[in-house]
């Protein structure tokens, strides 16, 4: 069985946010370009030539080769930085749009046959995916010579002494090359495994609608602070300001696991608690995990870098994660609450987003002309072969729905017997239609009246109306059973209907969206968050729907 959903109308007033991933790299990537050379240039003043010689020109002077530190080792490194720099640049501006369809990705047929003229034509959109993909492929090709040849000369000029030795003089070129596109593939394929594990990522953010903009949000916050981390730990590499093992390990293996336990504070566990406190078991519990997960990678780190032996990694994971508990959590709880309005706001307006495209989407679809239309037509024939007796109460129960999808519908909860009134009015003009074929079994079964609770209105109609479209059938077996069961904890909806192949002259709505299921989850799990469970099951004759909410 299929349900379709209605097309997303944004809702007046809110601002889309923008994945800025790509845009913080690329920052990134530019800050670490120019902090490399102006660092080696600042190196190359800030040092005695004679120091420079001592340092990188024995091996040259052992093979009674001039050396430049300017020439041998700044230019060469520059000349690498700037290359990579620019292939980043058309990797990421030219060739990964078109090879992995980051930008404007076209869907549609593909036509290939071989012209008159010679050559291969591709029409369709699929074709001008196929294009913009080998067109990336020869562009990827081409980098790659171009990054291996640049690699390779790189090397000469820095490691010339390597190769004008006299058994390797002949073969130093093809070394060489050799080498430049060795490393130059390794590079290109890394940065593409990586960019596609990016736009992997990036899409499964953005994905679903539901926290759509808060999870943009956060992921621009967590590349922010990366892009500004890592800016600012590799301008302390580049001016030698980081020689000693303390500050390494501060920069490496205690900030990153306080900043991220606090970003999991700030946008998980205090949102999640709301006004209940920190010390409540369940919250303590997550704050604990949390904690402990964020120290623990770096605790490893920490002791393979310093090659400590077991006890100092157990000493690092019990006051890594002992001062993240007493000390970052307080201020993260400070920030929290200096910033609590305007996360919250933006989760509010989050769900009042979703809720307004919910409702707007189920109102759309819900007022159905063709159901109108052919209800209408039923009450016409009946009026013409019976009496008006049956086609006045026909048309008193649709007025009675219409009244209902006008005026009931517009508040946010309904006393429930309104819900199953309307749910009674729409199954009686199903049976009136379908009464003149034997083969159609239509039952509603009822229990636990009056049923004391408030649900949210037209919650349950489409799981019956959609039994009603795909269920029925004027030439086969078909039947729609409609259960609910009213107890003390909750409601429990059952609905099953027969299943077969419909012809175009059984349901003339066969075409049409109808209700879309998806649009009813979505509502389920704004209204009634971890309060109802759904299940649904189906085989060849029967589609079995189940609703259960809690209403206690």
Known sequence: MTFKTGETIPAPGMTTQRLRWREHELVLVTVLCVLSIVGNAWHMLDTPSAALNSWYGQPFSDNHLPFSYF?????????????????????????????????????????????????????????????????????????????????????????????????????????????????????????LSYASIREMVMRNIVVDRQWNG????????????????????????????????????????????????????????????????????????????????????????????????????FLWLFWGWLLQIVLMTPISLLIYRWRKEKILRFKGLEIALDQSQADLQFLRSQINPHFLFNSLNTLYGTALQENAFRSAEGIQKLGDMMRFMLHENNQEMIPMYKELEYLRNYIDLQKLRTQASSSILIEAEIEGEPCPYMIAPMLLIPFVENAFKHGISLQERSWVKVHLQCNAKGILFEVRNSVHGHKEQDEPEKEKSGIGMKNVMNRLRLIYPDKHEFFVNGNEKEFFVQLQIQMS
Request: hydrophobic share 50%.
């Open 214 to 313: 808060f999870r943009v949000r956060f992921a621009n916050e967590v590349t922010t602070w990366l892009t500004v981390y890592l800016s600012f730990f590799f301008f302390l590499e580049c001016f030698y300001i980081m020689d000693e093992k303390g500050p390494s390990i501060f920069f490496l293996f205690i900030i990153p696991p306080f900043v991220l336990a606090c970003l999991s504070n700030l946008y998980w566990l205090f949102p999640l608690k709301g006004k209940s406190s920190i010390f409540r078991a369940p919250y303590l519990r997550k704050l604990l995990q949390s904690t402990f997960f964020t120290t623990f990678p770096f605790a490893v780190g920490a002791t393979l870098t310093t090659r400590d032996d077991v006890r100092f990694f």
């Open 71 to 191: 020439l041998n080792i700044w230019l060469p490194d520059a000349v690498m930085v700037v290359l990579l720099y620019l292939c980043y640049l058309q990797m990421n501006f030219f060739i990964l749009p078109r090879l992995l369809q980051t930008d404007a990705p076209v869907r549609g047929s593909f036509n290939v046959r071989f012209a008159r003229e010679g050559g291969i034509e591709m029409k369709g959109d699929s074709g001008i995916v196929l294009k913009r993909m080998l067109v990336a492929i020869l562009c990827t090709v081409l980098l790659w010579l171009f990054l291996g040849a640049g690699w390779g000369i790189a090397t000469y000029y820095r490691e010339m002494y390597v190769y004008v030795q006299p058994d390797i003089v002949a073969d130093s070129r093809q070394m060489l090359l050799g080498l430049g596109l060795k490393r130059a593939f390794l590079t290109i394929f890394s940065y």
